[in-house]
């Protein structure tokens, strides 16, 4: 069985910052591509970030472009959120997400949560 923790949710004002971590355990020792999934209240589930395996190549929603950073320690089998200039549209509980999907195209980019997820950590940004 596949298990994500993630941890690093919190409370800040807005145009701080928060650093979001997820650690997979996995029997298998699979290598997954990555991602973060976040879902306010009200809302439908959205994607956030992404970052591939066999390339490293990261991939990231236009409303957190240039605000977050994803990345991978892949010796410490985990994946971090890097998230600076937070906005009040941020808040929201944050997912990780292993084995997703990832199609991306200089036109395009489509993803596909894969199964395994973790429990989710809240973020909540103040204005």
């Known amino acids: 069985q596949v298990q994500l923790r993630e941890s690093g949710g919190g409370s800040v004002e807005a145009g701080g910052s928060l650093r979001l971590s997820c650690t997979v355990e996995?029997?298998?020792?699979?290598?997954?591509?990555m991602g973060w999934f976040r879902q306010a209240p009200g809302k439908e589930r959205e994607f956030v970030a992404a970052?591939?395996?066999?390339?490293?190549?990261?991939y990231y929603a236009e409303s957190v472009k240039g605000r977050f950073t994803i990345s991978r320690d892949t010796a410490k089998n985990a994946v971090y959120l890097q998230m600076d200039n937070l906005k009040p549209d941020d808040t929201a509980v944050y997912y990780c997400?292993?084995?997703?999907?990832?199609?991306?195209?200089?036109?395009?980019?489509?993803?596909?949560?894969?199964?395994?997820w973790g429990q989710g950590t809240q973020v909540t940004v103040s204005a």
């Open positions: 996995d029997p298998s020792n699979s290598k997954y591509a």
């Open positions: 997400n292993a084995d997703l999907f990832i199609m991306a195209s200089r036109q395009s980019l489509h993803t596909t949560p894969g199964e395994y």
């Open positions: 970052i591939s395996w066999s390339r490293d190549a990261t």
